[in-house]
């Protein structure tokens, strides 16, 4: 949902909050540290499940961020400091071609925690998935 993710963004303490989480998430899921990926899981699963599901849609933003930073002049970008320090990096492995796959795996997963999944199981499963998708060539 747009709306919540342009409210998440637009509160600056939740917003750092998620870019660490966030950052992270994809750190461990590109190095393939099992060890960064569970205790990441533990720390985002002690969060209540609205917060997850707020979490789940900064992420949604932040793909779209770093997949507009990669069309255009970067012009159209809504991001902090810290993000677009990331997003310069991490803009190398998000394209056309693993995009959907994103969109749709972390969609699913907020559909999983609004039916009350298991949140570590469900986050251990995506973050293999994006482990895979990270490394998937234009």
């Known amino acids: 949902d747009m709306v919540k993710a342009i409210k998440i ?5 939740s917003g750092l ?6 950052i992270r998430w994809m750190r461990a899921c590109y190095e393939l ?19 997850q599901k707020d979490f789940i849609s900064y992420c949604l933003r ?13 012009s159209l970008n809504n991001m902090n400091d810290a993000e677009s320090k990331f997003a310069v990096r991490f803009s ?3 394209h056309a071609g693993n ?16 039916r009350n999944g298991h949140p570590k199981m469900k986050l251990l499963s995506v973050s293999l998935k994006i482990c895979n998708y990270l490394r998937l060539k234009v």
Request: aromatic share 12%.
């Open 92 to 94: 190398l492995f998000i």
């Open 62 to 74: 932040m793909l779209r961020e770093v997949l507009i930073s990669n069309y255009t002049d970067g």
């Open 9 to 13: 963004s637009s509160n600056p303490e």
């Open 17 to 22: 909050i998620y870019t660490d989480l966030f």
């Open 33 to 51: 540290r099992m060890e960064n990926l569970i205790e990441w899981i533990d720390e985002i699963s002690n969060l209540g499940r609205e917060k």
């Open 99 to 114: 995009i959907g796959f994103f969109h749709q795996t972390l969609n699913e997963l907020n559909a999983a925690i609004e």
